[in-house]
């Protein structure tokens, strides 16, 4: 029988630590490096580490080198990663307030410390000679600001994609290579090396792979062993991965390979090894050298200190908020695995002690903790929509320009929206204005994107699909030329945050309107091809933030009508709204109303009314649906292409009878989301509402089983934020 040696035991031991934090979402290191840390230490001599045999027995002196190795692979690896998820080409596109704090966060603690040092710790007598390399060593350490532990940090509180997070990326990307190029001014010509052979090859490589394709594993093979022979050239572990992956082009197809190859290993096994190896080193209780030790926690927050003021004021004086530059200093202050990884080789290479390796790591989780308890309370990025007023279609005026923006993350969704838009008759007296946001999952690169087309932004990512719905785009304005603009931008974001990108270009774009694409996707015979659970969540999380209206778009195009009796489908397109009161259902009217402009549309408000008069009725809400109604019933007198008429009902099993009979007989139904939960009008359907974001209503019109091209717009009425 086998049985597993003891140093095998180790590391299964612990990488089954780092998989129960970090598993479930590789994307976010922060949370899950505070976890390992601090449960290191816990295994550590600090507290289990007491009980005799314990560390013996767990993890036994021969299994130490097999640790120290994959700590160090783990190091290498995520460095490299990191390298290749930054872009040092968006250096040359930050802003100068990114600049000014950026250098200023680098050049002010480094020389404090040089300062401090040369004018103190250098000439301090009472200081052993074998200190001095370890104190040059923790200045140099706490000045560094690590792109990839800020990165880390924003996905944690989830503002990576907001306007401090943006602030903060662009600020830590340039640090983090200023920081290194000074680092590295005496190696230049092995970087240099590694730029004119590693980019032309890396270029190379893309160039033989089709688009769309990932690139070849041999290639990964071959990129994975450099990251490890770049370790003994000349440059330091921390170094020459960094370089290697900064020469790597981000993004698809090579850079999102390697991310998608080696994420899993790095993020999942060596990164958390690394990590928690840390903190089993770590022993708070054998103290000795007391004075020294002192003295390491005053270099520690002498340092933390001026960092912070070196980002706080300088972002006071690029009129940064006061709240958001204390937010951003702790970012910027923040320590994490890179800080960690140079701890690691100070103590591997005997500069530090036990007991300062134990402080120094110590200091990186107290810190840390502290950066991310301080950020989550300073800043809050939902508070740039509260006290947002009257941004719907509802409360505009009729012949004032209607602004929507859509959505698409397929082709498909902007064929789609362009029927809608169509129907929604542009012309002078009531222009229409359209912005369209191409969301893209965000690969192979750390910092989101946003880019704006009509500036001339090229798509960085080299995605084909775009210049498609640009081409819709044009067609639709050139129809509807003098009457219609539309704007493009395409976002690359991860799929949690996708929702800032919507909401935030919304409230800068004063839209009126979001339309959003249903997560369910259905081919020409009614089958169910797509079913997206990010999709779904973006849209959520959009219904709860958004700073005006919110459509989802069910879009059943695809699907053949069948030809009426006279053999061939009508040429006129019919529109209905569903009505049952509320603010949901106006906004869905009030969308509706300015559609029967044109004479080939016809629009039928149907009106379910219960057949108990006796049921109480919200009575400014009632007063609401009378106006408006009564506004359509004026119009209809007038226009032959609008028609009223309601159907009385007692429960929802009525309703849902003559909606599924309206489903032949129109093109497009509008609907309201959100109604009250005791309408009779809605009787039972609550219990069986499968997708709640689309209300009971949206609900029975997105069922698998309607086979008619109909498609649907479920609708909610902007939530006004309160102050």
Known sequence: MYFPSPDSQQIVFLSSKGKSCCSLDYQRHGKCHLRLSSQGIILGPTMLGKIPNFTENLFPQQGEIFLDILSKLGCIFFIFLSGVKMDPKLVLRCGSKAWAIGLLA????????????????????????????????????????????????????????????????????????????GLLFFLLLIVLIIVFTIRPLSLWIIKKTPEGRPVDSVYI??????????????????????????????????????????????????????????????????????????????????????KYASVFLPALACKVPPKDAAALSFIMSTQGVIQMSFHFTNKFTQTYDRETFSMLIASVFLIASLSHLCVGSLYDQTRIYTGYQKRDIQHASR??????????????????????????????????????????????RASPVLIDHQFGQKNISGISRSQKIVEVLLSFENQYLGSASTHFFTSMSLPRFMHHEVCSLALDKLASMIILPFHRKLNHQGKIILDSSKLRTMNNNVLEMAPCSVGILIDRQKLRRLENE????????????????????????????????????????????????????????????????????????????????????????????????????????????????????????????????????????????????????????????NK
């Open 106 to 181: 680098v050049v002010i603690p480094m020389s404090s410390a040089a300062s401090l040092y040369f004018g103190f710790f250098s000439k301090d007598e009472n200081l052993h000679r074998y200190r001095q390399s370890a104190t040059q060593s923790i200045f140099m350490t706490q000045g560094l600001i690590a792109f990839p532990v800020i990165a880390s940090l924003l996905v944690d509180l989830k503002i990576m994609n907001s306007e401090l997070g943006r602030l903060a990326l662009a600020t830590a990307l340039i640090s983090d290579l200023c920081s290194n190029v």
């Open 221 to 306: 093979i071959w990129i994975a062993i450099a990251v490890i022979v770049v370790d003994n050239v000349g440059l330091g572990f921390q170094y020459g991965p960094l370089v290697l992956g900064l020469t790597i082009p981000d993004g698809p197809p090579l850079g999102s390979t390697l991310v998608d190859k080696l994420e899993t290993l790095v993020s999942g096994l060596l990164a958390p090894l690394l990590v928690t190896y840390c903190g089993i080193k770590v022993n708070m209780i054998d103290l000795y050298d007391l004075m020294f030790l002192n003295w390491v926690w005053v270099m520690v927050f002498f340092c933390l200190t001026i």
């Open 399 to 444: 012949n004032s320009e209607l602004r929507l923006l859509s959505c698409a993350h397929r082709f498909d969704d902007v064929v789609a929206v362009r029927k809608l838009l169509d129907v929604s008759f542009p012309c002078k007296e009531s222009p229409l204005s359209v912005y369209v946001l191409h969301l893209v999952e965000l690969a192979g």
């Open 566 to 721: 006279s053999g061939h489908e009508s040429s006129v397109y019919k529109v209905a709204v569903v009505f049952m009161g509320g603010s949901d259902d106006r906004e869905a009217l009030a969308y509706a109303r300015r559609m029967p402009r044109s004479p080939e549309l016809q629009l039928t408000v149907v009106r379910f009314v219960s057949w108990d008069v006796d049921v109480r009725e919200n009575q400014w809400d009632a007063v609401l649906d009378a106006e408006m109604l009564k506004e359509i019933r004026l119009l209809g007198q007038h226009q032959d292409n609008i028609l009223y008429r309601e159907e009385r009902v007692k429960d929802g099993a009525q309703t849902t009878f003559i909606i599924h009979a309206m489903v032949e007989a129109f093109d497009l139904i509008m609907v309201g989301r959100r109604h009250r939960e005791d309408l009779p009008q809605l009787l039972g359907l609550n219990e069986w509402n499968d997708f709640p974001e689309i209300g009971p209503v949206g609900d029975i019109l997105a069922a698998a089983d309607i086979n008619s091209p109909v498609s649907v717009l479920v609708v909610q009425q902007q939530i006004v934020k």
